[in-house]
């Protein structure tokens, strides 16, 4: 690979869900899986995915239907989603506490 170019990332749902069930053992498994669809039918890219469940993963606080809650808020025109910062799922928990099931 030359210095050019960048290297792909691939989506890697199976292997995210493993690591998080590992790392959380109080999430479950289809709770993640169905997060991470709703993520990806909102069109969400991998990277930003994987930095959502990344951080949610580290906050103590931080359960799969707060992904689904993220996925679920409309983006608005010109929002980013910067690689640092506050968890996007993090702010919709706070904005919308009612989109967060009970899992």
Same mark, same amino acid.
């Given at each position: 690979?030359? &210095?050019?170019?960048?290297?792909?990332? #691939?989506?890697?749902? /199976?292997?995210?869900?493993?690591?998080?069930?590992?790392? !959380?053992?109080?999430?479950? !498994?289809?709770? *993640?899986?169905?997060?991470?669809?709703?993520?990806?039918?909102?069109?969400?890219?991998?990277?930003?995915?994987?930095?959502?469940?990344?951080?949610? *993963?580290?906050?103590?606080?931080? /359960?799969?239907?707060?992904?689904?809650?993220?996925? &679920? /808020?409309?983006?608005?025109?010109?929002? #980013?989603? @910067?690689?640092?910062? @506050?968890? #996007?799922?993090?702010?919709? !928990?706070?904005?919308?506490?009612? *989109?967060?099931?009970?899992?």
């Amino acid at each position: 690979m030359s &210095a050019e170019e960048k290297p792909v990332v #691939q989506a890697a749902s /199976r292997e995210l869900t493993d690591l998080a069930v590992a790392m !959380r053992p109080d999430w479950g !498994r289809d709770d *993640l899986s169905g997060a991470l669809v709703a993520a990806k039918a909102a069109g969400w890219s991998w990277e930003r995915t994987f930095r959502e469940v990344s951080n949610l *993963l580290l906050d103590g606080d931080g /359960r799969p239907a707060d992904l689904r809650a993220a996925a &679920a /808020r409309p983006a608005r025109a010109g929002e #980013q989603f @910067p690689a640092d910062g @506050p968890s #996007q799922a993090a702010r919709a !928990r706070e904005l919308y506490p009612n *989109l967060r099931s009970a899992s």
